[in-house]
């Protein structure tokens, strides 16, 4: 599983963004914070609320220098089904990313091999690709969003004041 200080791998993966579906690396981001929230699936009870409530944070994230990429074990095409059956998931216009085969949830230590589905966590990637903070818990408990935004700004504040 990956550490705090490990540089990520550079994966790929398919996502669902700007109404189309790509390919994107992990490396497209490199010289930017990389917020990854995996969450366990589509269609489900506390998601749609957390990626919702990223979406209308997503202006501040960026003005940080930050992208959001949510990542579930759905495909993308799941992904656009829910966009564009959800009032909630409409107003996500950050990458949603796929893992059906659930290699970059078992990467981050988030896979439950016996559901096929990601744990509910959160990781902040530095510019350089290197882990500052990640947090994983009971997909029974949503995550603030808030807090993400307040640990990527100590983050930030950190690296641009060496410490």
Same mark, same amino acid.
């Given at each position: 599983?990956?550490k705090?200080?490990?540089k990520?791998?550079?994966?790929?993966?398919?996502?669902f963004?700007?109404?189309?579906?790509k390919?994107?690396? !992990?490396?497209d981001y &490199?010289?930017?914070?990389?917020?990854?929230?995996?969450?366990?699936?589509?269609?489900?009870f506390?998601?749609?609320?957390? !990626?919702?409530d990223?979406?209308?944070?997503?202006?501040?994230?960026s003005e940080l220098?930050?992208?959001?990429?949510?990542i579930?074990?759905? &495909?993308?095409?799941v992904h656009?089904?829910?966009?564009?059956?959800?009032m909630?998931?409409?107003?996500?216009?950050?990458p949603?990313?796929?893992?059906?085969?659930?290699?970059i949830?078992?990467?981050?230590?988030?896979?439950?091999?016996?559901?096929?589905?990601?744990?509910?966590? &959160?990781?902040?990637?530095?510019?350089?690709?290197?882990?500052?903070?990640?947090?994983?818990?009971?997909?029974s408990?949503?995550?603030?969003i808030?807090e993400?935004?307040?640990?990527?700004?100590?983050?930030?504040v950190?690296?641009?004041?060496?410490?």
């Open positions: 599983m990956i705090i200080g490990d990520v791998k550079d994966l790929s993966l398919d996502v963004y700007e109404e189309n579906i390919k994107i690396n !992990l490396s &490199t010289g930017k914070w990389l917020i990854l929230l995996f969450y366990p699936a589509d269609f489900t506390v998601c749609p609320t957390e !990626l919702e990223a979406a209308k944070h997503y202006k501040e994230f220098g930050a992208e959001i990429i949510s579930s074990t759905d &495909t993308a095409f656009k089904a829910w966009h564009d059956n959800s909630a998931i409409k107003k996500v216009t950050y949603m990313g796929a893992d059906p085969t659930g290699n949830c078992r990467e981050f230590g988030t896979y439950i091999d016996d559901e096929g589905l990601s744990q509910r966590a &959160t990781f902040i990637i530095d510019p350089d690709g290197k882990v500052v903070a990640y947090e994983i818990h009971d997909n408990i949503g995550r603030s808030e993400i935004l307040r640990k990527l700004q100590a983050a930030k950190v690296r641009d004041n060496d410490g």
